[in-house]
């Protein structure tokens, strides 16, 4: 199974470099309840590396030699955060192992092009939690650019053939519009690829930003997992024990992603 962490969840998206310490401990406790026998967990970033990454302008690619350092910084916040979600996995007894994206990943163009898996199918064949998260990593066309977790959760669930996907973010699910500022915005229960792409589509013709907050950009990165096979419940991993039901196949608030089907 894959879990996504938001990096909404698990930061303090209004200040920058600033963990949700609580919010982490928690959700690592929600994972160890859960006891699922085999899992890949893939976070976010939040505030640790993206206001390092747009700073430098490391998702175009390389264009100047102030970007190198800019790139290191940007790894760097990342291996900072992951260090905390490691601390905490740890401490409640799950064998957690970080796996390092830009390690074993080369993009092209900001899509993954190579991906090596020997070694996370290594460490689940010993019962190893594998830990990984969005990252700076190399592109053979642009040099360099970010690879997005929501990304690398969908192409490695297909790589694993996952039996479903968990992504956790900080509101319930898909709207019809962004709930943080649209008090009218409507929840999606279920949804189709072919209907995220009709959204995707109606945003583009009427040239104006995602309604629902960014958030269908990064849904529709589940697109290729869910056309594989794969389905995906997005629930908000703000609220305590959704993460917890959501991995034991429970009942929760939130959004289906599932190839057939429609919006109920």
């Known amino acids: 199974m894959m879990l996504k962490l938001g990096g909404s969840v698990i930061?303090?998206?209004e200040k920058p470099h600033t963990p949700d310490k609580r919010a982490i401990m928690r959700l690592a406790g929600e994972i160890k309840r859960a006891n699922v026998?085999?899992?890949?967990?893939?976070?976010?970033?939040?505030?640790?590396?993206?206001?390092?990454a747009?700073?430098?302008?490391?998702?175009?690619?390389?264009?100047?030699?102030?970007q190198i350092l800019g790139f290191?910084?940007?790894?760097?916040?990342?291996?900072?955060?992951?260090?905390?979600?490691?601390?905490?996995?740890?401490?409640?007894?799950?064998?957690?192992?970080?796996?390092?994206?830009?390690?074993f990943i080369i993009t092209d163009h900001g899509r993954i092009r190579q991906m090596e898996m020997g070694t996370v199918l290594g460490l689940l064949d010993r019962g190893f939690t594998p830990v990984l998260y969005g990252d700076a990593v190399l592109d053979s066309a642009l040099g360099f650019t970010i690879l997005s977790?929501?990304?690398?959760?969908?192409?490695?669930?297909?790589e694993l053939r996952a039996e479903r996907m968990v992504v956790g973010i900080d509101v319930d699910g898909l709207y019809t519009a962004d709930p943080k500022v649209d008090p009218s915005a409507r929840l999606i229960p279920r949804v189709t690829p072919g209907q995220l792409e009709g959204l995707r589509r109606g945003i583009g013709g009427a040239?104006?930003?995602?309604?629902?907050?960014?958030?269908?950009?990064?849904v529709?990165?589940?697109?290729?997992?869910?056309?594989?096979?794969?389905?995906?419940i997005i629930v908000n991993a703000a609220k305590p024990d959704n993460v917890?039901?959501?991995?034991?196949?429970?009942?929760?608030?939130?959004?289906?992603?599932?190839?057939g089907g429609g919006v109920a």
């Open 11 to 13: 930061t303090v998206k």
């Open 37 to 52: 026998g085999s899992l890949v967990i893939v976070h976010g970033g939040g505030s640790y590396g993206h206001p390092i």
């Open 54 to 66: 747009k700073k430098y302008r490391i998702k175009n690619g390389y264009r100047d030699a102030t």
């Open 72 to 103: 290191s910084e940007t790894h760097q916040a990342m291996v900072s955060l992951n260090k905390m979600v490691l601390d905490a996995l740890i401490r409640r007894r799950i064998p957690a192992v970080t796996v390092q994206p830009s390690a």
């Open 149 to 158: 977790g929501d990304q690398l959760v969908s192409r490695m669930a297909l």
């Open 207 to 218: 040239g104006v930003t995602d309604v629902t907050g960014g958030m269908l950009g990064k």
């Open 220 to 232: 529709l990165e589940l697109v290729p997992a869910v056309e594989g096979g794969i389905p995906a």
């Open 244 to 259: 917890y039901r959501a991995l034991r196949g429970e009942a929760v608030v939130g959004t289906v992603v599932e190839a």
